[in-house]
């Protein structure tokens, strides 16, 4: 990821119904948001649909509390002839903290799709 800094693609704050067992934010809470912001980025590169394929690099840094406000950033990484790897990070800014603090990252894969599902060939001439 770039050290400057961005818009996020998804920005949100987690409720209660979102914690798990240890009173954190479940992590397939984060998986999903995660999913939600490299889709949109890869929809966005690919000019359409696009399916989560892979999920090939994942770390949980530090637990996300209730009431954290939460961004997800990204950043293409790679175009191949049907799929596009994104590099997504998680930061989040305590509500009672000035420091934002790097929560997650990973590596996500989706395919782009056609209207039936089926892949269909990413257009190459478009910048990333």
Do not use: C
Not at 72 to 100: F, M, P, Q
């Amino acid at each position: 990821m770039s050290e400057s800094r961005r818009d996020p693609i998804v920005r949100t704050v987690p409720q209660p119904a979102d914690m798990n067992g240890n009173g954190d934010i479940f992590g397939g809470w984060v998986l999903s948001q995660m999913d939600i912001a490299g889709g949109a980025l890869a929809a966005r590169r690919a000019k359409g649909r696009v399916a989560t394929v892979a999920i090939t690099a994942m770390t949980f840094v530090q637990p996300i509390k209730v009431g954290d406000m939460v961004s997800i950033y990204g950043d293409v990484v790679k175009v191949g002839r049907t799929s596009i790897t994104i590099a997504l990070e998680t930061v989040v800014h305590r509500r009672h903290d000035e420091t934002d603090l790097r929560v997650t990252h990973g590596t996500f894969v989706f395919v782009a799709i056609d209207d039936e599902g089926k892949p269909r060939p990413v257009p190459q001439d478009v910048a990333a």
